[in-house]
Nanobody, 122 residues
Framework: VQLQASGGGLVQAGGSLRLSCVASGRTFTNYAMGWFRQAPGKEREFVAAVNWSGNNIYYADSMKGRFIISRDNAKKTVYLQINSLKPEDTAVYYC????????????????WGQGTQVTVSS
């Protein structure tokens, strides 16, 4: 499966963004989907995941409240809504797909998109 993330950009603190990740190739509903981010000089960190049907969602503890993950299987797209953006949210955001898509998890991803840059100004 190929993944194409988009929707990043430059936004002021307090604003919102919705990132999208479109999948192509194999059956989208085979996969759980996740979002990760990597800030400059830091390791990649898990943000959120959703299982194949959308009824199992998992957030990193530090991401609960401002981040909302969702998916539209008809459009083969997973979304990440980020509200009340903070400068520390500045990072490249990556989407990923995991076979064995029954559960949303933070590990075990098989395919990765190229990332979309989110920059939050203070």
């Amino acid at each position: 499966v190929q993944l194409q993330a988009s929707g990043g950009g430059l936004v002021q603190a307090g604003g919102s963004l919705r990132l999208s990740c479109v999948a192509s190739g194999r059956t989208f509903t085979n996969y759980a989907m996740g979002w990760f981010r990597q800030a400059p000089g830091k390791e990649r960190e898990f943000v959120a995941a959703v299982n194949w049907s959308g009824n199992n969602i998992y957030y990193a503890d530090s991401m609960k409240g401002r981040f909302i993950i969702s998916r539209d299987n008809a459009k083969k797209t997973v979304y990440l809504q980020i509200n009340s953006l903070k400068p520390e949210d500045t990072a490249v955001y990556y989407c990923a797909a995991k076979q064995r898509g029954q559960l949303a998890t933070r590990n075990g991803y098989d395919y990765w998109g190229q990332g979309t840059q989110v920059t939050v100004s203070s």
